[in-house]
């Protein structure tokens, strides 16, 4: 309730400022995750991950941290879609972030976690999908990416973030194994 009046409010507001337009997106994207971690309600999450991106994609492209936040709603409709073993449309969003998040650290090595991150999740889309061509897949994503996580990780060892996907990337490579056996 409290993100819907939130919502309510913010699409009052200018829809020439960036910034609201940011913070409108940021708050239907919030309130997804709200639905698809906690409700349940994967529809209701579904729709409101599609309004963040819709209004994250009209946003300038010369921000980073616009086009991070409209990577992140990528990834996690991603999450939902393979959740929901939509695997096609869950490969199409995450490819969408990958490449947002490839731009952006390219210009800024601050971004480098959250590229590794939506490569990882590729790997995990791979993984659920347990086909042996998808398991390949998986595994040439987790090899290429677990040494510069690694390397994330020795430069900033206590990054929750780092840790956080170096612990995913190790999990994801043991499934891997035992779905390979």
């Known amino acids: 309730?409290?993100?819907?009046?939130?919502?309510?409010?913010?699409?009052?507001?200018?829809?020439d400022n960036p910034e609201y337009q940011n913070d409108l997106?940021?708050?239907?994207?919030?309130?997804?995750?709200l639905q698809r971690k906690h409700l349940g309600d994967y529809d209701s999450a579904k729709a409101n991950y599609e309004k963040a991106i819709e209004i994250g994609e009209q946003l300038p492209k010369d921000n980073p941290e616009y086009?991070?936040?409209?990577?992140?709603?990528?990834?996690?409709?991603?999450?939902?879609?393979?959740?929901?073993k939509k695997y096609e449309s869950a490969e199409l969003n995450i490819n969408s972030a990958i490449a947002i998040h490839q731009r952006l650290s390219d210009?800024?090595?601050?971004f480098l976690i959250d590229f590794l991150n939506s490569k990882y999740?590729?790997?995990s889309i791979y993984?659920?999908?347990r086909k042996t061509n998808t398991l390949l897949k998986a595994h040439?994503?987790?090899?290429?990416i677990k040494p510069l996580a690694e390397k994330c990780l020795a430069d900033n060892p206590n990054d929750s973030r780092a840790q956080t996907l170096n612990k995913n990337i190790n999990n994801l490579s043991d499934l891997r194994v035992k779905a390979e056996r």
């Open 67 to 84: 086009q991070n936040d409209l990577a992140n709603a990528y990834n996690n409709l991603a999450i939902l879609l393979n959740k929901q």
């Open 127 to 129: 993984v659920s999908r």
């Open 25 to 33: 997106a940021g708050a239907y994207h919030n309130l997804a995750i």
């Open 1 to 15: 309730a409290i993100y819907e009046k939130a919502i309510a409010i913010q699409e009052q507001l200018p829809k």
């Open 107 to 110: 210009l800024n090595p601050k």
């Open 140 to 144: 040439e994503i987790l090899d290429e």
């Open 121 to 123: 999740l590729l790997a």
